[in-house]
């Protein structure tokens, strides 16, 4: 099996209900973070940890987000024409990033699904699962650490970050046992979006996983859990009960880093204003206005 971890997969089949009427016509992918779509920053992301091949799980109507990531001759052009070479490097960005695949869901199972679909792509290697919802900010990469904790102990690696007791229930949760190694963890169990008071800690799973292919039997054989879908969480604590022999165990990486939440209204316009406030071309005036504004506020 190959140890080189090159393929990413990114589920991007969901309907985006949080924000609609936006996503009525547009994949949720597609909205602005500052001044590119969301998607881009995972891509940006995968690309820059060395995973150039990408398979896109996408379902209805994202035919937005394969254009976005293919040629517009047209737009090429006519910036050409006019020597705006600035926005024709914009425009050409997302077309040169990585190989990228597209496979449709068909079903909306569930995220563990979502995975599933990805089996024929894969094939016997281990791969990178990367959610849209969660920006990482260039500056703290978590891959290289997941991928340097595979390389070590094998098995499948998780992304884990200390969250409030009140909010993990949004999230998958570990249990978790310490290892010498500062800042990893070996983790026991998990369960998704657990209800309260039955959280085993307050380390939330969050959207990067590096996982085995023994994921895709284990998802096979997974029952429909949280919400009559299909977890990736559920085939990650069967993996985490399996011994080495057969592609189990779990590792954690706790991120203590800078992460946007883009999964909801208010997280989405929170990490519009953090990222756009830290930017050379908008931050100095929007961080002016913010000030002003906030104290006619209060
Ligand atoms: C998914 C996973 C959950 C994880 C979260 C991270 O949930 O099911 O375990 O903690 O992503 O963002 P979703 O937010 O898609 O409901």
């Not at 068909?106 to 094939?123: F, Q, Y």
């Not at 791969?127 to 260039?138: E, H, K, Y």
């Not at 057969?246 to 992460?259: A, L, N």
Request: hydrophobic residues 40%; glycine residues 10%; proline residues 7%.
């Amino acid at each position: 099996m190959s140890e080189i971890v090159r393929k990413a997969v990114v589920p991007a089949a969901g309907l985006g209900t949080r924000f609609l009427p936006a996503t009525k016509a547009t994949p949720k992918e597609m909205l602005p973070v500052v001044d590119k779509p969301a998607i881009q920053y995972v891509v940006e992301e995968a690309v820059a940890a060395g995973l150039d091949d990408l398979l896109f799980i996408t379902g209805r109507s994202k035919r937005p987000l394969e254009d976005h990531f293919d040629r517009n001759l047209e737009l090429e052009d006519t910036l050409q024409r006019k020597g705006d070479l600035e926005r024709l490097a914009q425009v050409t960005e997302s077309t040169d990033l990585g190989r990228i695949h597209y496979v449709r869901q068909g079903d909306p199972l569930g995220l563990g699904h979502a995975v599933l679909v990805a089996e024929d792509h894969v094939g016997n290697e281990p791969f990178a699962v990367l959610l849209g919802d969660d920006l990482i900010d260039p500056r703290d990469p978590v891959l290289p650490t997941m991928m340097r904790v595979r390389a070590e102990h094998g098995g499948s690696v998780v992304c884990l970050m200390e969250v409030p007791a009140e909010s993990i229930g949004l999230y998958g949760c570990a249990a978790i046992e310490p290892l010498d190694d500062p800042g990893v963890v070996r983790v026991t169990d998990l369960v998704e979006k657990p209800e309260p008071g039955q959280a085993p800690s307050t380390l939330a799973v969050i959207g990067r996983y590096l996982l085995d292919p023994a994921v895709f039997d284990v998802l096979r054989a997974t029952e429909p859990g949280r919400g009559g879908e299909i977890q990736l969480t559920d085939a990650l604590r069967t993996l985490a009960a399996m011994g080495p022999e057969s592609g189990g165990g779990v590792h954690g990486v706790v991120f203590s880093g800078r992460r946007y939440d883009t999964g909801d209204r208010l997280s989405y316009l929170q990490a519009n204003i953090m990222l756009a406030s830290e930017r050379e071309d908008l931050g100095p005036a929007l961080r002016a206005w913010l000030t002003d504004f906030v104290a006619t506020w209060s």
